[in-house]
Structures are given as C-alpha cells and as structure tokens.
C-alpha cells in the first residue's frame, strides 16, 4: 500500500519559471512531512519540512504547502535554476513511528 | 565531520553469497537508520537504532537479513544467502533525533546479486 504517492514521475521547467511539486498521502496520522533531494550517485539530502499544526512553510527559494483536508502537500520552487535539477522525494511519519514513508519521486528538469 | 559514510560503495555477488555493509553515522547522531531503495522507487524502511538499540524492524527485513550497532556507534547490515530481489540501493542515514528531526543520509551500498 503506497500512503505516499507522487503521481508526476517527471517535470521538466524553464529557468526562472516556477516548479511546483506535488504529493499525496493516504495515512491520516502522518503528522510530519519532508522534501528531500537526490542527485544521481548520492544519498538523499533535506530541503525542507513541514508540521501538520501548519500550512505553508518556507525557506528561500522553497516553500512547502500542506492542505490536510485533502491529504496534499507541494513544494514550490521559484524561480527555478538549473542546479535544481534532481529526483525530489517527498516523506512522511506519524508521531507514532520513527520511520519515514517515502513517495516514488518526480524527476525535475530546469532547462536554461 | 564528514558527514554518513557508507562502504563499500557497490557490491557485486552471486545469488546465495553472504553479503556486509558498513554504515558510520555522524558522530553525535544516536539515530541511525537503514533503508533499501530500488529502481523507480522511494526509500522504504528497512530498521533502526537508537544508540546500540534496535528499536524497530520492517516486515521487509526477512530472516536472512540482520543489523548490529554493537557500541552504538558504526553499524552494519548483513545480507545471507543472497537472492537476486535482494538487488537495491542499501541506505543509511543517522540523526540526532526522532524523524520529525531531519535524517542525514550516506551515499549508499550499490548491491547487484547475479
């Protein structure tokens, strides 16, 4: 049963524009929510989080969104530079559990 | 500090071959964690630790699967009599907190069983 999911395996996006990034969660107990970043040949590196006491969360160019009615989070990068380029994983737990639950990933592009 | 270190990088063996990773975590982390990554796919939970403490254990890790933290410190992930399915990124990741703290992950153990 995949409580994460990230329907969009790939973006791609123009310099400068915004990317947005979006996920899923099935599990209502998820009270914690991540962005990682993966490039290739490296492990995955925190971009940033998100309570589920809040709705928006942000750090520099990213910001994170939590609708928990509709059990969707996105993360937003603007304006979106080509060093963005990466596989981003979007993660959850619940207060119960020390584990992280990881959705399948969106490979986002940014071409100049 | 240099961060999660993972060896050896990649493993390459054939099915029924015993396998071990190794995993030093950030020093000051008393949370380390592994997880198995396949092609396509997130990283999905195998264990963790808190300090010498192996306090959870996914339904993934079968009986041929065991991880030591003997001194709470470095930790390692042995894999027996090696399966083809058992190929997979094997990641490791520590953090000085619960995971509503951010995980520092390694670059991970490449493993091919043919």
């Known amino acids: 049963d995949q409580q994460v999911k990230q329907n969009s395996p790939s973006l791609s996006v123009q310099e400068g524009r915004i990317s947005i990034l979006n996920c899923d969660y099935t599990n209502s107990m998820f009270d914690y929510f991540l962005w990682y970043k993966k490039y290739p040949a490296e492990g995955p590196t925190f971009l940033i989080s998100?309570?589920?006491?809040?709705d928006k969360n942000e750090d520099g160019r990213f910001t994170v969104f939590l609708n928990k009615s509709a059990k969707h989070l996105s993360l937003h990068i603007v304006p979106s530079q080509p060093g963005d380029s990466a596989v981003y994983f979007c993660?959850?737990?619940?207060?119960?559990?020390?584990?992280?639950?990881f959705g399948t990933g969106t490979r986002l592009q940014v071409f100049p | 500090d240099t961060g999660v270190s993972q060896d050896p990088r990649h493993k390459i063996t054939k099915r029924g071959q015993n396998v071990t990773f190794r995993c030093d975590p950030i020093s000051e982390h008393n949370r380390l964690y592994w997880y198995r990554q396949t092609l396509g796919q997130g990283p999905e939970f195998l264990t963790y630790f808190q300090n010498e403490a192996q306090l959870e254990k996914s339904r993934l890790l079968s009986d041929r699967f065991s991880a030591e933290r003997p001194k709470g410190s470095f930790s390692t992930l042995e894999i027996q009599r090696t399966e083809q399915g058992d190929s997979a990124m094997y990641l490791c990741?520590?953090?000085?907190?619960?995971?509503?703290?951010?995980?520092?992950f390694g670059s991970g153990t490449q493993l091919s069983v043919l």
């Open positions: 993660a959850a737990s619940a207060g119960n559990t020390d584990k992280l639950i």
């Open positions: 990741a520590s953090s000085e907190g619960p995971s509503n703290e951010k995980l520092f």
């Open positions: 998100i309570s589920s006491i809040k």
